[in-house]
Nanobody, 122 residues
Framework: QVRLVESGGGLVQAGGSLRLSCAASGRAFSMYAAGWFRQAPGKEREFVAAITRNAGTTQYSDSVKGRFTISRDSAKNTVYLQMNSLKPEDTAVYYC???????????????WGKGTLVTVSS
């Protein structure tokens, strides 16, 4: 079992930055690929970014490519999402995810965090 706890969400103006953190506990987190998804009000949960176990490969949705960066620190069992040049349409609850393969679909995810709210004002 892996427990994921997100932090770092909040209110930011358009053009600003936030860094989300996802702290993992339980089974060796380094064994899992990890990623971030988000869900805006009234919309389905969507893929944002993913990273492999060894951080050798990353993948991003087209909507965040060039603005967001995913990384992980195995020593701290933590995954990060650096979000720059934020837009109002980035407003959503952001969820940390972990799985045995690159987590780019919700079906790939074995473990979910409870989410952290990001609100971007115009």
């Amino acid at each position: 079992q892996v427990r994921l706890v997100e932090s770092g969400g909040g209110l930011v103006q358009a053009g600003g930055s936030l860094r989300l953190s996802c702290a993992a506990s339980g089974r060796a987190f380094s064994m899992y690929a990890a990623g971030w998804f988000r869900q805006a009000p009234g919309k389905e949960r969507e893929f944002v970014a993913a990273i492999t176990r060894n951080a050798g490969t990353t993948q991003y949705s087209d909507s965040v490519k060039g603005r967001f960066t995913i990384s992980r620190d195995s020593a701290k069992n933590t995954v990060y999402l650096q979000m720059n040049s934020l837009k109002p349409e980035d407003t959503a609850v952001y969820y940390c995810a972990a799985g045995n393969t690159l987590v780019v679909l919700t079906a790939d995810v074995d473990y979910w965090g409870k989410g952290t709210l990001v609100t971007v004002s115009s």
